[in-house]
């Protein structure tokens, strides 16, 4: 099985990339998104790691995920000076 993921960059500062791959799988060596300033948006395909899960990785400041079939999202402040618990 596989998760459908839309990965979205809003109007972002400066450049960087998102990985996203099977949990328990290797980091792929190309990232699913690269960006410079602006917003994005990529939709991939993602195969399902262990449990069900996926690994979603960012170089950016603020990750936000929703799981659309619970309507729930999380934010997380990735900024190692201001690290703040999802909420």
Known sequence: SSAVLSL???AGQGH???YA???GGN???VPVLTYGRGATTVQTSVPLGRDGAVI???DGRVLRVTAWARGVSETWELDP???TAPG
């Open 56 to 58: 979603v990785e960012t």
């Open 8 to 10: 979205t960059v809003s």
């Open 27 to 29: 980091r792929p060596r």
């Open 16 to 18: 960087g990339s998102i």
């Open 21 to 23: 791959y099977p949990a």
């Open 81 to 83: 000076e201001n690290r």
